[in-house]
């Protein structure tokens, strides 16, 4: 039976795009400006309240969002960018894009993201910037990252693509520290289908962010134009920007749900008894994580499948799931650059062994008791 055919096929994640959204979106396309507007500003205006009044632009991808703001800092040829090699790709080929070298630092396997006690010795006279990453939502220790970044004057690209609505010690991810980047695709918390926001410290830096967005233009009076650096074509749409407006009131109420199943998967494990099977689940927060996805990793050394194997019998269960992330060093074209097999053993086995359980916000406790019912099963199934 294929997917489509399924009625009852629970993907791993699914937007929730209300109709007051969708009449939004219509008007704007009858409105006679479709491309970045007046909803582009309303949306940076409203994504700057919510990080503590701080300048934010919006932008067509949570990628071009970090390697613009690696270019406001700077850095460039020469220059090292210590970063985690368990993300989506894209928060290390910004490195290489403008030139400048990544240097991955192992993770911590009980968090997932950058192992903060290893950064420092991997500081070197070259080193501009540390790039975490809150994978899942999880977010990396800010007090401790700020104290090392401070302690070596190094810039912090915060990769937060996925903790739109999480929290540092009460305050919101992007209202506090230096860059923060965050991801508005499809599968995030809220989605603008495409699309991104960069949060920076000043209006000076503001500025520059608009000329990387669009081809390095400045304007003044009616006429007045100049280029004087090489920016790109990065620009949101309106009617990008009027389906992320329709999702930001919804965000606080995207997270508790997300929270509530979260809090459903870990009850669900518990009564499974899948400590037993060697399963790992993520860590127990419920005080700063946005619950982006909720991930497990599977036991290699007590099963006789791989996790393609899993995959594929959730699969034929009508249960989606996905792959965040295989270690970046060990794709071709790190591997060209020098990264090899051993070199981050954590992210490794964490790359060859996580696993993305559905985790959407009209998902029901039934669904997750569904999921996990039919996980341990299959691990009881193939049980080494
Ligand atoms: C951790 C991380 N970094 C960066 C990105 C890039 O965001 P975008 O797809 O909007 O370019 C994503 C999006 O999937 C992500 O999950």
Known sequence: MTT??????LPFTRPTIDDETIAGVAEVLRSGWITTGPQVAKFEAQLSAYCGGRPVRVFNSGTCTMEIALRIAGIGPGDEVITTPLTWVATSNVILAVGAKPVF???NPITRTIDLDRVEAAVTK????????D???LPVDRTRLYEIAKRHHLRVIEDAAQ?????WRGQPIGSIGDFVSFSFHANKNITCIEGGALVLNNEAEARLAEQYRLQGVTRSGRDGM???LVGGKFNLTDVAA??????????AEFTAARRTLAEAYFECFAAFAADDLGLQLPVVDFATSNWHMFQVVLPEQHLRV???EVMEHLHAAGIGTGVHYPAIHLFSLYRRHGWKDGDFPHAEYAGRNILTLPLFPTMTRDDVKRVVTTLVAILKQFRA
């Open 226 to 228: 100049d280029v004087n």
């Open 126 to 133: 070259a080193t501009k910037a540390i790039l975490p990453v």
């Open 135 to 137: 994978l899942a939502g």
């Open 163 to 167: 903790a739109f609505g999480s929290t």
């Open 306 to 308: 791989k996790r393609a």
């Open 4 to 9: 489509a055919a399924r009625s009852d096929y």
């Open 105 to 107: 630092v192992d993770i």
């Open 242 to 251: 009027r389906v992320g407006l329709g999702q930001l009131p919804r965000l």
